[in-house]
């Protein structure tokens, strides 16, 4: 694809999802969450879902799978994403992702999707047993931003590889059906620059994870006040007091992490963090990390629980948000639909 695509005329629009597998935690909330929310303050429309089809590709349970999407939706509530402003709803809910991830199947190249590195570390070593699902997950994935002919996406450093490959896709749609004319646009990434990259509290070198076995690895959305001070006191470090500067970090990733997860809470950089704690030891500097963690997420947990003891408000919104997202996918779909010739009446 050597020809500089067309100019998009479009509008901006923001899309963004999350598996509902597991509990939200600081990562998820740092990485991409906090985005979401303040990109609501912006003039574009923005839609937001809970990515329940993407939980299939690996073994899960059916009869946890509507309360696991609450769950997030709750998560997402509770962490400022607003209703009356954003979209918000299951991907289930709105069937042209589906139809749309089928086309572009047609569209995407074998050679692009092994390429994906999430796909080897899910599958693992007995990748023939992976189920074909898994394997076409980014572009279940494209189709989910295309399908509102998005143009941003906030998420973690994590997914970065999956967004090339949606714009890759866009690219060759609008090249093979649209004779170059920018029908879908290619989407941006935004990524933060602290906190696009929370690392586990047991070790500094693998990401926090849902699927993380150990619940110390991570700080979660719904941790009480005790959990957190005891995960943050519990947290692996090395013996050297915080350096002085950033560069004193290179070699030292608990101690990087912490200091870059203070930093993301309280808005200020890791510069500035050293600038006031270097020098100290961790038995000084995780209480204040503790204090600052449970200041920042007690109101979100708190909310938390009082919306997933109301299931039924949460509906109310993922049935709204699913008429908003069905009506904005629509014609995106029926365009898409003429320029691959499906038959029409
Ligand atoms: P997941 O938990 O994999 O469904 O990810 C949901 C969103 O959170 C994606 O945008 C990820 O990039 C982001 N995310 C997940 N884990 C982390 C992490 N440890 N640090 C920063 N962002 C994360
Ligand atoms: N793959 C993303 C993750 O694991 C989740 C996701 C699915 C997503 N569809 C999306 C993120 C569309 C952004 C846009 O985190």
Not at 225 to 234: E, G, L
Not at 271 to 292: M, N, W
Not at 321 to 342: F, I, K, Q, S, T
Request: proline content about 6%; hydrophobic content about 45%; aromatic content about 6%.
């Amino acid at each position: 694809m050597t020809d500089a695509p067309a100019p998009y005329e479009g509008p901006r629009r923001i899309l963004s999802g999350m598996q509902p597998t597991g509990q939200l935690h600081l990562g998820n909330y740092l990485g991409a969450l906090k985005n979401w929310v303040a990109l609501q303050d912006g003039e574009a429309e923005c839609f937001y879902c809970a990515v329940d089809m993407h939980a299939m590709t690996v073994p899960y349970e059916p009869a946890a799978l509507a309360k696991a999407v609450r769950g997030v939706t709750a998560a997402y509530l509770a962490a400022g994403v607003d209703p009356a402003r954003s979209a918000i709803f299951a991907q289930s809910a709105v069937p042209a992702h589906a139809e749309l991830a089928w086309i572009l199947q047609c569209v995407a190249r074998l050679g692009w999707l092994e390429r994906m590195t999430q796909f080897k570390d899910k599958a693992g070593k007995d990748a023939e047993r992976a189920s074909v699902g898994l394997f076409t997950y980014p572009v279940l994935m494209a189709a989910d931003i295309l399908v509102y002919k998005a143009t941003e996406v906030p998420v973690g450093e994590d997914q970065k590889q999956h967004l090339e490959l949606a714009r890759d896709v866009a690219a060759r749609f609008n090249r093979d059906f649209a004779g170059g004319r920018t029908v879908l646009p290619m989407p941006d990434p935004v990524i933060l620059g602290t906190g696009a990259r929370i690392m586990s509290l047991k070790d500094g070198t693998s990401k926090m994870s849902k699927s993380d076995p150990s619940d110390n690895s991570r700080i979660n959305l719904h941790d009480d006040a005790d959990t957190i001070a005891r995960k943050i006191k519990k947290a692996k470090t090395d013996p050297e007091p915080l350096p002085e500067t950033v560069e004193g970090l290179e070699a030292r990733p608990e101690a990087r992490n912490l200091v870059g997860i203070f930093a993301a809470l309280t808005g200020r950089t890791s510069a500035d963090v050293l600038a006031e704690y270097g020098g100290q030891g961790f038995g000084a500097f995780k209480p204040v990390l503790a204090d600052a963690a449970v200041q920042f997420i007690a109101p979100i947990s708190e909310e938390f629980g009082r919306l997933m003891a109301d299931p039924a408000e949460i509906d109310r919104v993922l049935t709204k948000g699913a008429e908003r997202a069905n009506a904005a996918a629509a014609p995106v779909l029926a365009e898409v639909r003429d320029l691959v010739g499906y038959w029409r009446a």
